[in-house]
């Protein structure tokens, strides 16, 4: 038994006196735009990408993942991070930016190995695993 069509839903909620949510534009095409070019331009130390490679780079060595995050995951996950740091109103971005989307940036795009593959919680434990004891140190710069 699964759920029913978007149209019997709608239906039911009709026949209970709610009326179905309306949607309604939260930004403008220019506006989305425009965040995306902020976005660009928060400050990202080294380190950080760094640390955004090692996440990356532990899902590729892990004995349960066939195919880990690729550098194209790692370039999403610094963006997503990105804008998490102007989310939090920061010009620059924190190692918890990183933290905060990686779970939800790496896990569905890395490929399981066989044995893995039936456990629904085995990405997101790769990644919490990566993010357990894949360590951020701010390095000495002169």
């Not at 010009?91 to 930016?97: A, I, L, R, S």
């Amino acid at each position: 038994m699964g759920y029913p069509s978007a149209r019997d839903e709608t239906q039911m909620l009709r026949l209970h006196g709610v009326d179905p949510p309306v949607l309604r534009a939260v930004l403008n095409p220019q506006d989305a735009l425009a965040l995306q070019g902020i976005c660009g331009r928060i400050h990202v130390e080294d380190d950080l990408f760094e640390y955004a490679v090692a996440l990356a780079s532990y899902t590729r060595n892990h004995a349960r993942v066939a195919l880990g995050a690729s550098p194209r995951a790692t370039l999403a996950m610094v963006q997503a991070a990105k804008a998490c740091a102007l989310l939090a109103g920061r010009h620059f971005m924190v190692p918890d930016d990183i933290r905060a989307m990686a779970p939800h940036v790496l896990a569905h795009r890395l490929v399981l190995t066989a044995d893995a593959e039936p456990d629904p919680g085995a990405r997101a434990q790769v990644v919490e695993e990566a993010l357990s004891k894949v360590g951020y140190r701010r390095a000495a710069r002169a």
